[in-house]
């Protein structure tokens, strides 16, 4: 498959047209169409070898790469904690609360205040903007009867659900008091927001209280150390997410299913010779606290001021980079090309072959035009099949 985008020209009459231009490979193309890779120079003379099969293939993710389809997965591939999706309203803004309708609330229904908690989405979670919510799990019915204002917003809730054309919308007005798929957390847990900027370059994440209660776009986990905190931090997560993730406008939609279940985790091994644990898993460890150490030298920023480009303090970004190399390091990635989007893009289709080890899905060769090249210098390549 090529790929060519529309280049705006004039034609011998002047007039103005789009041209077709090819997007170009990284690697260099000879006269009969194979391409080669540049391995530096020795003895004066430059050195080529084959390419990769897949040279000059644009993929189903639209860049130069296998044909490797990243599924869904209701589970994590690897051996990490499972990520969940905040409880859904569906309350016709009648749980929701602003801090001036919190205060109001409480003022006319003064036994209200023990069912209020602090409630995030993901602007608020990003923009640190101070968010309420009536939580009504577990409460004595005798209590809310008590609530005048509450009973109201209960009522409320009941006939917005019951006018939804959705059944299982339909069936939450039986407890109208409740959030659908309601969600609490025991323990201090991870939240990631489902939509990002991107212009950000990592999704903004951080540990909340188990008081807050995470909104249906805000995605949380639980028992997360800081070794998870630091791989979900880091560039090379970025680079998947970038080239994988769904897009919401421009934006990043994040989803548990392919972004952190399909996502493939470095192979760290406890060793009995590294009694402190593996160097590798403390390294990322160590800076991805000194990423949050850094976050708390500016305690009244918000997700969004600490990760704007044009605003983000140089110890975050240093704590970052420490953060991105420790990663790579796990990984046994090495940096080939000085061009952040090939850099980008080559750490894409590592974990693209990781993944395919992971599920053991197929790869599809058909359009692969360098195959032949390869197996002439290095033999049958394992995944070749028959077009059709």
């Known amino acids: 498959m090529k790929l060519y985008y ?20 990284k690697y260099t193309m000879d006269s009969e169409g194979y391409y080669w890779e540049y391995r530096g120079t020795y003895d004066g003379e430059d050195l080529y070898v084959p390419a990769p099969p897949w ?63 602090p409630f995030m989405n993901g602007k608020e979670f990003i923009n640190r ?137 470095p192979k760290i091994n406890e060793v009995p010779w590294f009694p402190d644990g593996n160097p590798l898993k403390l390294a990322i460890e160590r800076t991805a606290q000194a990423i949050l150490d850094a976050r708390a030298m500016y305690p009244r920023s918000s997700l969004a001021d600490l990760y704007d480009e044009r605003t983000m303090p140089p110890e975050l970004r240093k704590a970052h980079e420490a953060n991105d190399e420790a990663v790579m390091n796990a990984y046994g990635f090495v940096r080939h090309y000085e061009d952040d989007k090939q850099h980008d893009e080559d750490i894409a289709i590592s974990l693209m072959y990781m993944y395919k080890k992971l599920t053991g899905c197929k790869e599809y060769t058909y359009s692969y035009t360098n195959l032949d090249l390869w197996e002439r210098y290095y033999g049958p390549y394992e995944d070749d099949e028959e077009e059709g």
């Open 129 to 265: 903007i101070p968010r309420w919510c009536l939580w009504l799990k577990g409460v004595e019915p005798a209590d809310i009867r008590k609530c005048p204002r509450v009973l109201e917003r209960i009522e409320r809730v009941r006939e917005f659900r019951l006018k939804s054309k959705a059944s299982t919308t339909k069936k939450a007005a039986d407890t109208p008091m409740l959030f659908i798929g309601p969600r609490e957390c025991k323990t201090n847990y991870l939240a990631i927001p489902k939509v990002s900027s991107e212009t950000r370059k990592y999704i903004p994440m951080d540990w909340l209280t188990p008081d807050v209660i995470p909104g249906d776009n805000l995605f949380f986990c639980e028992n997360v150390t800081l070794y998870h905190f630091g791989v979900l931090m880091s560039s090379v997560h970025m680079s998947w997410v970038r080239h994988f993730s769904g897009r919401l406008t421009s934006r990043f939609r994040y989803s548990n299913t392919i972004d952190y279940n399909a996502f493939p985790w």
């Open 6 to 25: 529309t280049e705006n020209t004039t034609d011998e009459e002047g007039k103005r047209v789009q041209k077709p231009v090819p997007i170009p490979s």
């Open 55 to 117: 040279a000059g293939n644009i993929n189903f993710y639209l860049f130069e790469g296998p044909n490797i389809i990243i599924e869904t997965h209701s589970k994590p591939l690897c051996d990490v904690p499972e990520m969940r999706m905040g409880a859904m309203p569906i309350d016709d803004s009648n749980f929701l609360l602003t801090t001036e309708e919190k205060d109001e609330l409480i003022r006319t229904d003064p036994l209200a205040e023990k069912f209020i908690r």
